[in-house]
């Protein structure tokens, strides 16, 4: 059924994250905006709207200055660069 000004649409699932977003789709709730990353795998879903970008997300790798050194840190800091590149391709 369509809305109208004095009748809108009530939504039928809230959610507060992107993976339960995703999750509602794959089940075939409706439609959302994903990030790329999250749904190049899933064959069961179908982009609409392949000539529409949507915004650019910043992202920061935090952590406390005394495991600058971390061997642990540096592995993951230069696996999140990689996939960063990689998706960028």
Known sequence: MGASKDR???PV???????????????????AALPEFMVR????LVRILP???GPRVEAYFVYPEELRRS????VFRDFL?????E???
Not at 71 to 74: A, N
Not at 81 to 85: F, L, N, Q, S, T
């Open 13 to 31: 699932l809230t959610v507060n994250n992107i993976y339960a977003i995703f999750r509602a789709v794959q089940g075939g709730i409706g439609l």
């Open 41 to 44: 795998e899933s064959s069961n």
């Open 71 to 74: 061997k642990r840190i540096q």
């Open 87 to 89: 998706s960028h391709m």
């Open 51 to 53: 000539d529409v970008e």
């Open 8 to 10: 809108p649409r009530r």
């Open 81 to 85: 660069i990689r996939k960063v590149a």
